[in-house]
């Protein structure tokens, strides 16, 4: 009885390695760790990702979008192909660019104290049969302050200083 059992187990997971089966697949478990402004117009959001699979995935089609409050500040994708390895974690940077104007939009909540952050996205697992999407999100209260009172002040300056 006990080598039918770990045959079976076996062959459930030759099935989800080769086939890909999206109702047999969990999906990754993102962790929102940093949000910075490299640049004007560039927010690196890094994130660690948790393969929950005891089996590795490589992950393509990555695409995310990030939130503060109900409003989409801005999108991004990764190119190429990500190799997780099972029940494995990797830290990863999105890089992202922002829209002023949705920035501006999201000023009731940036202004206080602390706003909560949301990435949100989805990948196509890739396999030898199937490419089933898988989707995450995360959030994050971080102090404004901290992390986007620079931003802020260059937007605000930079509409005073172009006399709008």
């Given amino acids: 009885m006990r080598i039918l059992e770990t045959m079976f187990r076996g062959l ?10 999206g109702w047999l697949v969990k999906p990754a478990e993102v962790e929102l760790v940093e949000l ?11 994130v ?21 409050g109900s409003e989409v500040v801005g999108r991004g994708q990764v190119p190429g192909v990500l190799l997780f390895k099972g ?9 992202i660019k922002y829209d002023a104007a ?14 909560v952050v949301r990435v949100d996205g989805s ?5 030898l049969l199937s490419r089933p999407k898988l989707a ?3 959030e994050r209260r971080i102090a404004v302050k901290d992390r986007l ?11 005073q200083g172009n006399g709008k």
């Fill in 87 to 95: 029940r494995d974690s990797m830290q990863t940077h999105f890089p």
């Fill in 12 to 21: 459930l997971l030759v099935l989800v390695v080769f086939c890909g089966c």
């Fill in 36 to 46: 910075t402004f490299p640049s004007e117009n560039l927010v690196d959001l890094t």
């Fill in 149 to 159: 009172g620079g931003i802020l002040k260059g937007l605000l300056g930079g509409k």
């Fill in 123 to 127: 990948y196509r697992m890739r396999s």
């Fill in 136 to 138: 995450f999100s995360a």
């Fill in 48 to 68: 660690l990702i948790h393969n929950r699979n005891p089996f590795s995935v490589k992950a393509s089609g990555l695409e995310y979008q990030i939130r503060i």
């Fill in 102 to 115: 949705a920035l501006v939009r999201a000023l009731p909540q940036i202004v206080q104290d602390t706003v």
